[in-house]
């Protein structure tokens, strides 16, 4: 998962039925996303009632975004920063944000995660700033699963 809000479907087995994907509670949230929240909330309907199958395995699978090794390393440095921080080494905790933001700057979790440690507000400007920087460049801020609801 590397951004929120993020949601998993999860069946009564325990098993995902749809991967990662971003979703959102009210049409405020969506619009900012470029996301049709109404078509998410349909799709889940149809699920929870039964009318819709989940998601074959092979095309789960085809749908989820495994983490890269890249990934996997920003996650460890994130992991470092935060215990780096819990333990007074504010300097050295800063670089590893540094290097995680560096080796996974997709994953906002992690690079918004940082902010309240570094002393700005992961809501204010030094995120919008980011945000636009990372559309700028030709990127998705969200990545949205496909959403083929039939009508509810």
Known sequence: MVNVPTVLWIDEQGRIVRPNDVAFTSEAGG?????????????????????????????????????????????????????????????????????????APHDFMIRRGTMPMLGKDPFGEDFRAMVKDWRDRGHAYYNPLPVDAPED
């Open 31 to 103: 619009r900012y996303a470029n996301v049709s929240t109404e078509a998410q909330m349909t799709l889940l309907r149809q699920w929870v009632r039964g009318e819709l199958p989940a998601t074959p395995p092979a095309e789960l699978r085809a749908l989820q975004q495994l983490p890269t090794d890249d990934d996997q390393r920003a996650r460890a440095e994130f992991g470092l920063g935060n215990w780096l921080w819990r333990n007074g080494r504010q300097e050295a905790a800063a670089r590893a944000f540094e290097r995680a933001g560096d080796l």
